[in-house]
Structure formats: C-alpha cells, structure tokens
C-alpha cells in the first residue's frame, strides 16, 4: 500500500455523481452542423487551413498547429466548410471567438488514416503525431499534450501521474470513460510511459469511484503481468480541488511542484485519464480528437453521459438529455466550484468541455449578499494552497496590489474552496481575480512606459549627436575662412605672411579645442542619460 | 456570476454568532444556579442596549439596519460583557459598558470585523476603571448567602439602587481571585486562605462550576469548529504553566494551577474572548503566540498587578498586537521554500 501524503486544506462539497453516472455513453446522433473553435487549447489559435465551399472529410485537418504551444483541430464529420468567422464559444468571458462552420452531409465519411508503431518510430515523430491530431488535455485547461510528453532538457521523468480524480462535484465523465473503457485508457498510458520512460506509473482515482478503480484495476493488473510494466492504480481520499494537478502530485508523490514552475521541473508529468484515451486512439488508430465524452446533469429530464462530436451546439447535447426542466435559470460549464455561466446555448462542444449543467434556483441557490469579513479564518483553513484569503481580499479590496503579491496572490489556484467556506458569503475569488488583471494590465502599462521613455531617450542621444556633428562642421568652416583669410591679407597687404600664416593656425587650434570640448561635454551627458 | 456556484449550506455569520451563544448556555445555567437570577436581568440589559446601539449606528451610517442586526455579533458582545462585571449592580452600568462596546471600540472603529480591540472588554475596561468600586461587589453564592437575592428584589436593586433590610455589603463579596489577593497582603498563606468558606476545590465556591460550564461549552465550540484549539490551549497551558512555576518555588505565597484555571475570567476568556475572530491572530501560529502572550499577561496582571483579574486587560493588550502578530506569523504558501 502506497502511502499517501495531504495537502492543506480541501472542502467537500455534496458530489452529485450519482446522478449521471448510473447510465451507460451514449453516442450522440449525427448534428447537422458542426461549428469549430480554432482556439481549443492554451496557447495560440490554430491556423485556418481551409476555405468556404471546401469538402472536408471526417478527421480531416481544418486548422494547424501554429507555433510551439499549439494544437491542430479537425472536421468531427464529413460536409462543407460553410463559413469561417466569430461564432459564441463556451468561454468565462462570453466573447465569441473564430470558428469554422460545416455543414454535414451525413455520410460521416472517414479522411484516410492509420495507426502509427510508437514502439518502433523516433519519439519526435510520435509527439507531431499528437499535435496534429489535436490531442489536448482533457481534464480542462487543454494543454497540448505533445509539449507536456516532451522530458527536453528537465532530464530523468520519475513519476508519471495519471489524473482520473475528477474532483469537481456533478461531473462524472471521465469516471464513466474509465469504468467502460479502461483498457483504452492504459494502452494510452503505454503511449505515454514509452515516450516518457519514468520510474512509475501511478494513477490517481478519488475514492468515491470504486468501479473506476476496479476496471482500471484489472486492466493494469494484467498489463502488469504481461509486459513488465508497473502501472499502479491509487485510490486517493476525496476531497476538492484533490483532482488539481499540483494537489494530486503532492497527494501520490509527497512532492510540491514549487510555485511558478511546471511538474516537469520535479521529475513529474501529470496528464487526464480521458486525454490518454485520445492519445491511444490518435496513435493506435490513426484518429484526431474529434469527440469527447461530456457528463449533461443538474435540471435536466435524464441526467447521462454522451459521446459528442465536438462542435455540436451545446443546446442540442442538452436535447440529448431530455431537455432542461421548466425552471432552470441558467446553465453552467465544467462544475460548480470551476465552472462558468454559459452565455450561448449555440456555442459548440470543445475539446476542454466536460460537463454541462442545467441550474435552477432550487439546484443552485442564488448567492446571500455579502457580510463583512469576520477573520474567522474558514477561507484559510480551506485554501490547499495554504494562502490567507482573508489577508489577500482585505489587500485586493483597498487595492494594495504590492500587498497582495507579497502574499503570494499568484499562487491562488481559483479553486473556490475559500468561497465555498465563507460564512460572510464574500466573493473571494472575483476579487482574486480583480486584482490578478488589474496587476497584469498594471504590469503591462509598466512595460510600455519603460519602452517610451527608452524611446525618449535615444531621441534626446541621437538630438546630442546631431548638435555636436554641427558644432564640428562649424568648426572647420570657421577655420577654413579664417586661412584663407590670412593668405588673403598675405597676398594683397603688407603683412607679413609668416605672422599671418601663424594667426590663422592659431585661430584653428582654438575652434579644434571648442569642439573637442563640446563633444566631451556631449559624451558626459550622453553617459549619465543611458537608460539603465 | 462567477465560481464557485455553491456555498457551504447554513454557513451565515449569524449562524456562527448563535453557536457562540447557545455554548454560553451551560455556565449561565450554572451562573443562575449558584448564584441566583441577577444574571438574567443584566443578561437581557445588556441585549438591549447591544440591539438599540447597533441599530442606532448602523441607521447613522447608512447601513441596513436589520440586515446586520440579524448576525447576533452585537447580542454577544453584550452577553461576553454582562458575564463578565458583577450581575449584581445599578441598571446603567451594564448600558454604560454595552454602549461604550458597541457605540466606541465597535461602530467608531469600522463597524463588524474592523474593530482592532475585542468591544466586549473594552466595555469591560471603561467600567473597571471608571467604577471600581462597584466593579467588586460580586454576589455571594448562595449556599452561602444569609439573604438571597430573588428575582424581584434583584430587579428592585437594578433600578433603585437599595435593597430590602439589608445593604449590598450584606449579599456581595470579594472574588476568590480578589480575597486572595487581600489575604496574602495580610500575610496569609494560600493554604490558609484557601479554608475560607467562599474557595471551593480548584476555586471558588460555585465560580468553579461555571468555569467548568465555559470549558464544557469551550469544547461543544471546538467540536462544531467554530474554533479551533490554538488559543485556548496556549492560553491555558501558558497560565498553568507560569502559576505551577510561582507556586513550586513558593506554594504559601502563590496558588497553584488548578486554581488559576478556574477562578475569574480563565475559561471565559480561554473559549470564548480570546478566541474572538476580528480581534485575533488568523494564522495557527499567530494564535499560539497570542495565547501564550494573553496567558503570562493573564498571570502577572493577576498576581502582581493592581486588579483581581487580568483577562480583558492582557487580552485587550494583545490585541493590540494582532496586525503584527499576523504579519510575522505568516504560513509557508504551497510550492514555496520546498
């Protein structure tokens, strides 16, 4: 038995997984139209690689990975791309954002593909498989996966952690993934572990899903057997935000992955349970993400599992599930204590989406107005990240951002925990939130000064240089004038040309000295004035 | 509206401030049991005058008025200071001291959770050094009383100031913490002094029983997490401590731990004032430094200070030290200094 560390902190809040996990996926009928973001992943949008009136294929690439952390997107069915421009997309900010819209022929036909020998080919050519079949982290802050498998310069990979924890209250589909398909997910895994080669395999699972626990179990028991691996499969207590990344390592490993840095930098690779099963049918099949399983609960008729293409309009997954009851008020997207409002039931299913949630005022109860703060300390003694919620909101409330920082505010994980806890019902978060923008545009208007006043000051340099050129140029003339003068009184009076031809070099010294002098006046300037 | 959505069902402020009142119940019990139901009209005095000056300075400062009336935060202001001076007294001391309370060191330093000094013992503080005198006079218990006090006579007491055929001397006393002290300074050893028929086995006759009833609720408190243990035990062990070291190096002059614990204002202030959130230390170790700090405080005001108890004094002096305490007690943040 592996013992297993704590981190500080935690809530449980009621988990309502018994709702939709009971029922089997159900693959979702083919959508007449299919909408696909570009930006699906963490970094930049994916390049468009279509045009309106192109015929896609199923699995075909419409958008390229575009840079270094990036990810390809692809047609989830066979139609005609139908435009290509802003379309709402499930997002905490409700912007719409580019997207490319097929309408489907209902063929579902197949671009050609097939299956790549990871065993056998060079681990570069396995990670540009995965960036272009688009495979992302699944458990939501969608990641490009390929980057993460990359050991690069970090050396030695010791741990590789899978995260089937799935913490967030409602949620249940990557618990529903592992009990039916646990299989996939462990040849994904194999997929993983061979690029990666760490020491071990541990697979996080909160306790609250033992027929999760079971499959991946048997499944990695006879893998065990077979191939010599030593994948271990760890129930871990429940207890919220226990699925976060950095929580589940420090649960399974007991190490911290220091603040600001990635688990790479501990010798540690943290990847989802259902982003191993893309992996495998990417690798092993030939297949780009194009679907996903997604948990629709709360106030619907029939709380389930579905797996959608990805671009579906949400409204219609809803449908899937029966509808929405009449008094739902609104919807959410990822969980209770993480996810976000949904602006738009026309916004289509990411990659990233893993739940949708029907919220009515009896499910979801609008929140009390808040109360002072009473120090009572609640927030603190629920933050895993051992922060002060009380001390960072008092600072992002007067707007003391030095404060906060000091405080360690970046270190918030917005998990919610603290919210969860206050019995003064503070937004904690949004204020957390607040101040983090406000310091990032604070940080960025910083930025841009430093940038004029460098500006300014190769201006007033390059003015300096200028004067002084002139000052030169003056010089010489004055003393060209000035021989030229004196030869000129040497030839027509009676002035002696010795003396004359004396005064005129006398006078040129004087103006080389003047401006010898200038310059080094200039120059002084010029070095006290250096942007530093 | 953002994450999280959900909220700790029945977490609410006053929730919190009606556990804190409910654990108050044993030893009021106890209060009224041994030393009669004077305590129930400076009890509900104190409520009043809590409620009206709350109200009143939340309607001067533009604040809803039942909106946070409904927290209870005032109420147990009140009642943390009508525990705390004799219930035996004139109608106004009570009011004077609620609505210094709530009025000064609560509203006119920011209203709840702004405060820096606990109300309750500033209240606390204002009556003991404006009227000593009346400030000793503690009830007699009533095992010991030739004349108890009833309800009526003690209502007539609050609002006449007399009572009937006899005079307040007749049905008051010292403390056990006060006549000790006395005693001593006549050169009486703690052995003597401790076979007057006011000490009971750890401390005063019927007091001792109250304590228990604040260490009982104390515990409920800690059980239902509305505190947690660092306060009340540093303050506690710390007393002990420093007590059992005075009374090893000299037992005749200096009593011993048990009796420190549970006589005056220990419990009390153990569970239920130093632990005070918005005058307190936040942090674990910030909590254990004010406790310790509360408990030397404790002792050394008791023993060599000019008043029979020290709770709202050295509390009221660490406080004052909370925003420090706090700054420098910091916890290490997750991923830092691994």
């Known amino acids: 038995m592996r013992t297993l560390q704590k981190f500080h902190g935690g809530v449980h809040p009621p988990q309502h997984k018994a709702e939709s996990n009971c029922l089997p996926i159900l693959a979702a009928p083919l959508p007449k139209r299919v909408i696909v973001p570009l930006r699906q992943h963490l970094g930049t949008p994916a390049k468009v690689h279509v045009k309106i009136g192109d015929h896609v294929l199923k699995g075909q690439m419409i958008g390229i990975a575009n840079g270094y952390i990036s990810a390809a997107v692809h047609a989830p069915t066979s139609g005609t791309v139908s435009a290509i421009d802003l379309h709402a997309i499930p997002h905490p900010s409700g912007l719409p954002d580019l997207c490319i819209r097929i309408e489907a022929d209902g063929e579902d036909r197949w671009i050609e593909h097939q299956a790549v020998d990871y065993k056998t080919a060079d681990p570069d050519t396995v990670r540009a498989v995965l960036r272009d079949a688009g495979i992302v982290g699944l458990g939501g802050a969608a990641f490009p996966t390929y980057v993460k498998l990359n050991p690069g310069q970090q050396g030695k990979i010791r741990t590789l952690v899978l995260n089937g924890a799935e913490c967030e209250p409602w949620i249940t589909s990557d618990d529903v993934l592992m009990r039916e398909r646990a299989a ?123 797996e959608v293409l990805i671009g579906t309009p949400l409204g219609e997954i809803i449908q899937l599930a029966g509808g929405a009851a009449a008094d739902t008020s609104h919807y959410l997207i990822g969980g209770p204590m993480m996810g976000f409002d949904l602006t738009n039931l026309d916004a289509p299913l990411t990659k990233a989406t893993n739940c949708i949630i029907a919220a009515s005022p009896a499910l979801f109860p609008p929140k009390p107005a808040a109360m002072p703060c009473i120090r009572c300390g609640q927030c603190a003694q629920a933050c895993p990240a051992d922060l002060q919620p009380q001390e960072l909101f008092w600072f992002s409330q007067s707007k003391n951002f030095d404060k906060a920082c000091a405080y360690n505010l970046f270190d918030c994980i917005e998990c919610g925990c603290c919210d969860y806890v206050c019995p003064s019902h503070i937004p904690l978060v949004s204020y957390f939130r607040f101040a983090k923008s406000e310091i990032a545009m604070q940080n960025c208007e910083k930025a841009a000064a430093e940038q004029a006043r460098e500006h300014f000051e190769f201006k007033k340099q390059r003015e300096e240089r200028e004067k002084q050129e002139k000052a030169a140029r003056m010089a010489e003339k004055a003393a060209a004038a000035a021989a030229a003068k004196a030869a000129a009184t040497a030839n027509g009076e009676a002035e002696d040309p010795a003396i004359a031809a004396k005064k005129a070099a006398i006078q040129a010294a004087v103006e080389r000295t003047k401006a010898k002098k200038a310059e080094a006046a200039a120059a002084a300037s010029t070095n006290t004035t250096e942007p530093s | 509206m953002s994450s999280p959505h959900i909220l700790t069902a029945g977490s609410k402020v006053s929730t919190i401030m009606l556990l804190v009142l409910v654990a108050l119940l044993p030893a009021i019990a106890a209060y009224y049991f041994f030393f009669g139901p004077a305590i129930l009209i400076s009890l509900t005095l104190a409520s009043a005058t809590a409620l009206a000056t709350e109200a009143m300075m939340l309607k001067l400062r533009s604040y809803p008025v039942k909106f946070f009336l409904a927290d209870g935060s005032a109420i147990l202001t009140g009642w943390l200071l009508a525990l705390s001076i004799p219930p035996l007294a004139p109608w106004w001391l009570i009011v004077v001291g609620t609505a210094f309370a709530i009025i000064v060191a609560k509203h006119l330093y920011g209203g709840l959770g702004n405060n820096l000094f606990n109300p309750a013992m500033a209240g606390f503080a204002v009556l003991m050094i404006s009227f000593p005198a009346i400030m000793t006079h503690w009830p007699t218990p009533l095992m010991l009383a030739q004349h108890p006090v009833g309800l009526a006579e003690a209502l007539r007491y609050y609002f006449s100031g007399a009572l009937q055929g006899v005079n307040l001397d007749a049905v008051t006393m010292a403390t056990p913490l006060d006549t000790l002290k006395t005693q001593l300074s006549l050169q009486h050893t703690v052995g003597e002094v401790k076979h007057m028929p006011i000490y009971g086995s750890f401390g005063g006759k019927g007091g001792e029983v109250v304590a228990a009833m604040y260490l009982l609720g104390g515990l409920f408190l800690l059980q239902q997490r509305i505190i947690t243990w660092h306060t009340p035990v540093s303050f506690l062990v710390t007393l002990a401590l420093v007590a059992a070291v005075f009374n090893g190096i000299n037992p005749t002059h200096y009593a011993s731990p048990m009796f420190h614990l549970f006589t005056g204002g220990a419990m009390l202030g153990a569970f239920f004032i130093a632990t005070d959130y918005v005058t307190a230390p936040t942090t674990p170790k910030g909590k254990l430094i004010f406790g310790t700090g509360v408990g030397i405080l404790e002792y050394v005001i008791r023993v060599f200070g000019g008043y029979p108890d020290g709770v709202a004094f050295s509390i009221l002096i660490m406080n004052a030290a909370v925003p420090l305490i706090d700054a420098y007690t910091q916890p290490r943040v997750f991923g830092h200094n691994t």
């Open chain 1, 184 to 306: 996939e997910i462990v040849e994904g895994i194999k997929i993983m572990a061979h690029l990666m080669q760490p020491e071990k395999v541990l697979i996080g699972i909160e306790d609250n899903k033992p027929e999760a626990i079971a499959a991946m179990q048997a499944v990695c028991r006879s893998v065990n057997l077979e191939q010599a691996a030593n994948f271990e499969v760890v129930p871990v207590p429940t207890l919220y935000p226990g699925g976060g990344e950095k929580q589940l390592i420090k649960v399974l490993t007991g190490k911290e992955v220091p603040s600001g840095q990635r688990p790479l930098n501990i010798g540690v690779v943290c990847a989802n349970v259902a982003t191993a099963y893309t992996v495998h049918r990417a690798i092993n099949h030939g297949e780009p993400v194009i679907s996903r399983i997604v948990t629709v609960t709360g106030n619907v008729q029939r709380p389930q599992n579905f």
